[in-house]
């Protein structure tokens, strides 16, 4: 069992930066895969950003690549996701998520943080 909690959404302007972060309660990060998503009102769980247990292979979805940046450090069981140049439309709760696989869609995933706000003024 792996639980999830997402800290540092907030309030910002357009072309700031913020910084999210997901913390692991589990005995071992390594096994896992992680990713972010994130859901607009009205609109459907959308991938962002995803990175394998090394750290090593990232990826991103087009609207945020050059953007956003996800890494991860096992030792502390914390994942980020660095988030510059924000636009209105990244405007979302965003979830963290860990998978024993690798991927970029929702299904792949079995474990789920609460989601943190990101609200993003123009």
């Known amino acids: 069992q792996v639980q999830l909690v997402e800290r540092g959404g907030g309030s910002v302007q357009a072309g700031d930066s913020l910084r999210v972060s997901c913390a692991a309660s589990v005995r071992t990060l390594t096994r896992y895969a992680m990713g972010w998503f994130r859901q607009a009102p009205g609109k459907e769980r959308e991938f962002v950003a995803a990175i394998d247990w090394s750290g090593v292979s990232t990826a991103y979805a087009d609207s945020v690549k050059g953007r956003f940046t996800i890494s991860r450090d096992n030792g502390k069981k914390t994942m980020y996701l660095q988030m510059n140049s924000l636009k209105p439309e990244d405007t979302a709760v965003y979830y963290c998520?860990?998978?024993?696989?690798?991927?970029?869609?929702?299904?792949?995933?079995?474990?789920w943080g609460q989601g943190t706000q990101v609200t993003v003024s123009s």
């Open positions: 998520g860990a998978t024993l696989g690798f991927g970029v869609v929702t299904s792949r995933y079995e474990f």
